[in-house]
């Protein structure tokens, strides 16, 4: 237990503690500002939208008057569906997570733990496609999957999602750390490769595995120009593809429609963050600390 004196050390805040402290705070209210006019602006009538400064800060009660659901309706009804678009955004990121998780496992797995001719060469090539921008590698993905006839089809966005250099790196990284002893205690008992990456290696690598995923989740569910490049179906558009075609109308532009697609859009990854936060910052300590 603590005594009074250390109690009141710990609570105690020096004035560099003090500066770093604002600085954070400055820093999280310039984050949240666009966060908070975007929820407040999906609740507002199309005429009060661009109003400034935001009713909400000069006359709160009469701002709370005008909250209507309206702008929900239209981004939801039937013209829109932002709903609809939304739940292939699901099922798009689901599909691309599991993938990556079992792909970038067991290719981690082998540069972990198997000896084969050409390994540090290869793990280097996979690192070195994180440094290619997106923009110089349009025309072989696309060519791909034209080839694969999967132009316009969800398993086309869902299948290169799988193919993640970081979360190789990561999860490489936090399998070296785990005890050999193990792996050996398995091979001797009989277990192959995949018993023991199913068996010992996945149950161990949770933190890791979860860190993965929320930064899998995040890459797939904002991602805007792989749906844009393979998809041309209205049917099968995601959320970020859907808000583009909102915006891009040639009539009156739905303002409060996509407004109101973008907070439910924003505030899904939010949520799945906080929800795993514990794990992400696990994960990565674990994975990337020597």
Known sequence: MFNGK????????????????????????????????????????????????????????????????????????????AGWALGVSVVVTVGGILLTLVLCSLCAYA?????????????????????????????????????????????????????????????????????????????????????????VIVPLSKPALAALSIVQFRAIWNDFLNPMIILRSENLFTATVRIQVMDSTNFSKPYDAIIATGFVTALVPIIFFLVFQKQFIEGLAGGIKE
């Open 6 to 81: 250390s109690s009141r050390k710990l609570n105690s805040v020096g004035p560099v503690q003090g500066i770093g402290l604002f600085f954070l705070l400055v820093v999280g209210v310039i984050y949240l500002v666009p966060l908070f006019w975007l929820a407040n602006s999906s609740f507002l009538p199309e005429s009060e939208i661009f109003q400034f400064p935001p009713k909400i800060l000069t006359s709160p009660r009469e701002a709370f008057q005008l909250y209507t659901l309206d702008s929900y309706r239209t981004a939801f009804g039937e013209h829109w569906n």
């Open 111 to 199: 540069f972990a733990y198997l000896e084969f001719p050409g390994k540090g060469v290869i793990f280097i090539a996979i690192l070195a496609t994180m440094m290619l921008p997106m923009g110089t590698m349009i025309a072989p993905y696309l060519g791909t999957i034209r080839m694969l006839h999967l132009k316009d089809n969800l398993l086309g966005l869902i299948i290169p999602y799988a193919g993640s250099a970081f979360g190789v790196f990561l999860l490489r990284q936090f399998y070296i750390k785990i005890p050999v002893a193990l792996i050996e205690s398995a091979r001797i008992d009989g277990a192959g490769h995949l018993k023991i990456w199913w068996n």
